[in-house]
């Protein structure tokens, strides 16, 4: 069982920058791909971001290329999310996910969750 707990979030104004982090329990955590996802209200919940086991491979959604970094300290047992250039398009509760082995940009392939972290961004 893998439990995932997000802090970081908060109001920025664009252009601004924020860091996202997700502390994971678990033993086997550094076997899972993790994931960064974001919920906007009425909107379906969007792929941002994932990172291997490893940290070798990465990848993001287009509209964050650029601007966002996803990584990972397997010994702190943490994943982050730097966030640059922020725009209100990009205000959403954000999400960090766990997935056994493989790589997914589908949400409901994911096994884990955390609560979310609420990031706005204003204009």
């Known amino acids: 069982q893998v439990q995932l707990v997000e802090s970081g979030g908060g109001l920025v104004q664009a252009g601004g920058s924020l860091r996202l982090s997700c502390a994971a329990s678990?033993?086997?955590?550094?076997?899972?791909?993790m994931g960064w996802f974001r919920q906007a209200p009425g909107k379906e919940r969007e792929f941002v971001a994932v990172i291997s086991w490893s940290g070798g491979s990465t990848d993001y959604v287009d509209s964050v290329k650029g601007r966002f970094t996803i990584s990972r300290d397997n010994a702190k047992n943490t994943v982050y999310l730097q966030m640059n250039s922020l725009k209100p398009e990009d205000t959403a509760v954000y999400y960090c996910?766990?997935?056994?082995?493989?790589?997914?940009?589908?949400?409901?392939?994911?096994?884990?969750w955390g609560q979310g972290t609420q990031v706005t961004v204003s204009s």
């Open positions: 996910a766990a997935k056994r082995r493989f790589y997914s940009a589908i949400a409901s392939s994911y096994d884990y």
């Open positions: 678990g033993r086997t955590f550094s076997s899972y791909f």
